[in-house]
């Protein structure tokens, strides 16, 4: 009995010791199912409760949003030709952890970009919290692959456009340019940027660890292509207008030049040129001064090119026709309060139409102090002086006319010669153009058929006098024989103006100028060539700027197939002189008419 109670014994104590089997297994399940019931709770939070948030964080590290880039719009020339074109290029780009995580990598990828390994790896440090970095913009599709075939984790190349002008610096006053991004900086890059550079497009991707994209998930916004422009430039007049210009600033080493070719019947822009010019497809060769388009932006005083305008107020006044009164230029000078305003010439007893040929000072002034200061004033004005041309071309400048009723008298008949007031070379063609056409003001246009606002400015009888009276500035004993064009006739008119320096005029700096018009019977062309300070040869405007434009003007009325309208004549005394010929005393015919008074002075 006792050994059996001594052997019992030491199980009852480990039935004591613990649960038994069921209870522990009861425990083990209620683990298990408060485990589950744990998983479930968190599937559902992670599922149901906080889905939208770690579906965003999944995205932020692996759906981007990437721009589809759209191509700048083409510009043209009136007949089709491409003046500015989009080209794709690529960019390179990287992730500068990446990148510098596998820095022994990082003086190849320098050598296929051109650049030093120091500083490569300096820009990268530099910007080390950043996951984008552009290496190089724009590069050529070929030359990016090499970069992106070397397979540096942390590369990528991104498709964008850049902008190429086929003409280079022909016409790269006239277009502008485009920054890095491809929008417009200038010109008509600039005017008409939205237009051109229509929308990009935007799409979400999903990218590997190392940026490559894998999967293009879908298109949030479709692209917009830019839209093309046909401009009213004929890139063959303007061809011509450069080359002309180019050889008379090297003949007459002067500092730079200008010249405008108008569409007289609608005032579009044919050609629009200056020196010295610039290549827009390598922009950082130039510099800041070649990029101003001096017809648009710089003023000048016109000169003895106002006196057609003047005319136009003479003759709408009633008081003169071209042949009369005679105007009393006796002795070439005029002392009109204190002031010595004189010809190079005597030229005696003038017609207006005489005053016309041979650009008397004296005659110019004496007629502008007979009319009336309010009719005078209003035709400046008029003719667009004082005002900007409204052709939208970005940073035209409007030029100075002093209001009428503060003119002073020796203002005034300075006026009538061309110095106290600035004017743009458009601002003149576009004076000229009204004249041609009947005195129908046109806004000057650069795109083609744009149909824009007119303004009668003057009568047409005035006009067709005014070209008639012009006609005989290229006739015999006149200032601009070297207008002449082979079978056209032509009207027009110089001015050889002193450029203003401190406290005067100087005796030694000119701007020469000429504007014409082809063909004087039906006026089909406008041109005005200007250039400043010829220092060799000559300064007058009849022998620097008039053979410009007449080579200019007869190649572009050879390619717009404008007929002859003055074939087998010849000036015999020029038109509108009356039976007795021009009024008044020739110049020795080896002495050239100056119309550039040396000591007109400041009003």
């Given at each position: 009995m006792g050994w059996r109670n001594h052997i019992a014994a030491p199980q009852g104590r480990r039935h004591a010791a613990g649960p038994s089997a069921r209870k522990r297994m009861l425990i083990v399940v209620s683990l298990?199912?408060?485990?589950?019931?744990?998983?479930?709770?968190?599937?559902?939070?992670?599922?149901?409760?906080?889905?939208?948030?770690?579906?965003?964080?999944?995205?932020?590290?692996?759906?981007?949003?990437?721009?589809?880039?759209?191509?700048?719009?083409?510009?043209?020339?009136?007949n089709g030709a491409p003046l500015a074109v989009s080209t794709p290029v690529t960019s390179i780009w990287a992730n500068p952890p990446e990148v510098l995580a596998n820095e022994e990598r990082i003086p190849a990828l320098a050598r296929a970009l051109g650049v030093d390994a120091a500083e490569l790896k300096n820009k990268l440090a530099q910007r080390s919290e950043r996951e984008f970095v552009y290496l190089r913009r724009q590069m050529a599709p070929e030359a990016a692959q090499a970069v992106l075939d070397l397979g540096i984790p942390g590369i990528n190349g991104q498709r964008e456009f850049k902008r190429y002008y086929p003409s280079g610096e022909l016409t790269a006053h006239v277009l502008g340019f485009t920054n890095?991004?491809?929008?417009?900086?200038?010109?008509?890059?600039?005017?008409?940027?939205?237009?051109?550079?229509?929308?990009?497009?935007?799409?979400?991707?999903?990218?590997?660890?190392?940026?490559h994209v894998v999967e293009d998930v879908e298109q949030v916004r479709a692209p917009k292509p830019g839209q093309s422009l046909t401009l009213s430039i004929d890139r063959r007049i303007q061809f011509l207008a450069f080359n002309e210009l180019k050889n008379a600033l090297e003949k007459f080493?002067?500092?730079?030049?200008?010249?405008?070719?108008?569409?007289?019947?609608?005032?579009?822009?044919?050609?629009?040129?200056?020196?010295?010019?610039?290549?827009?497809?390598?922009?950082?060769?130039?510099?800041?001064?070649?990029?101003?388009?001096?017809?648009?932006?710089?003023?000048?005083?016109?000169?003895?090119?106002i006196k057609p305008i003047l005319m136009a107020a003479a003759l709408s006044s009633g008081q003169y026709t071209p042949?009369?009164?005679?105007?009393?230029?006796?002795?070439?000078?005029?002392?009109?309060?204190?002031?010595?305003?004189?010809?190079?010439?005597?030229?005696?007893?003038?017609?207006?139409?005489?005053?016309?040929?041979?650009?008397?000072?004296?005659?110019?002034?004496?007629?502008?102090?007979?009319?009336?200061?309010?009719?005078?004033?209003?035709?400046?004005?008029?003719?667009?002086?004082?005002?900007?041309?409204?052709?939208?071309?970005?940073?035209?400048?409007?030029?100075?006319?002093?209001?009428?009723?503060?003119?002073?008298?020796?203002?005034k008949a300075i006026l009538g010669y061309g110095y106290g007031l600035n004017v743009t070379v458009l601002q003149l063609a576009n004076a000229y153009a009204t004249i041609a056409d009947g005195g129908l003001m046109h806004t000057p246009a650069f795109i083609k058929d744009s149909d824009g606002p007119t303004k009668q400015i003057i009568s047409p009888k005035v006009a067709h006098e005014l070209v008639r009276m012009m006609e005989t500035v290229t006739g015999p004993g006149s200032t601009a024989p070297q207008a002449r064009i082979p079978n056209y006739s032509v009207a027009g008119k110089t001015g050889t103006a002193h450029k203003a320096n401190a406290g005067g005029y100087s005796k030694s700096n000119y701007t020469a100028a000429f504007a014409g018009i082809v063909p004087a019977s039906n006026p089909r062309l406008v041109g005005v060539v200007v250039i400043d300070n010829p220092q060799k040869r000559s300064y007058y405007g009849g022998m620097v700027s008039a053979p410009v434009f007449a080579k200019v003007m007869e190649g572009a009325l050879r390619l717009l197939d404008v007929p002859?309208?003055?074939?087998?004549?010849?000036?015999?005394?020029?038109?509108l002189q009356g039976a007795g010929g021009l009024v008044g005393s020739n110049p020795p015919a080896d002495v050239p008419i100056d119309d550039a008074p040396i000591d007109e002075g400041a009003p």
């Open positions: 298990l199912s408060l485990s589950g019931l744990g998983l479930v709770a968190r599937a559902f939070d992670l599922q149901v409760v906080r889905k939208a948030f770690y579906q965003r964080q999944g995205d932020a590290r692996f759906l981007r949003e990437m721009p589809i880039p759209v191509s700048r719009g083409t510009i043209f020339d009136r890095i991004d491809d929008h417009g900086q200038e010109g008509l890059e600039l005017a008409y940027d939205d237009w051109l550079s229509g929308k990009p497009g935007a799409k979400r991707v999903i990218r590997d660890r190392m940026g080493e002067a500092d730079s030049g200008s010249m405008v070719v108008l569409d007289a019947r609608n005032g579009e822009v044919l050609a629009m040129v200056n020196l010295p010019a610039y290549n827009p497809n390598a922009l950082n060769d130039s510099q800041p001064g070649q990029r101003r388009n001096r017809a648009m932006t710089d003023l000048l005083e016109p000169g003895s090119t042949t009369t009164p005679i105007i009393d230029t006796t002795g070439g000078h005029w002392y009109f309060q204190g002031h010595d305003i004189h010809d190079t010439h005597n030229y005696g007893l003038l017609t207006p139409t005489g005053v016309i040929t041979k650009s008397s000072n004296v005659g110019a002034a004496r007629i502008a102090m007979s009319l009336d200061t309010t009719l005078m004033y209003d035709t400046y004005r008029g003719f667009g002086f004082g005002n900007s041309t409204n052709s939208g071309f970005p940073g035209e400048a409007s030029g100075l006319l002093r209001i009428g009723r503060d003119w002073r008298p020796l203002e002859p309208d003055n074939v087998g004549r010849w000036y015999v005394g020029g038109p």
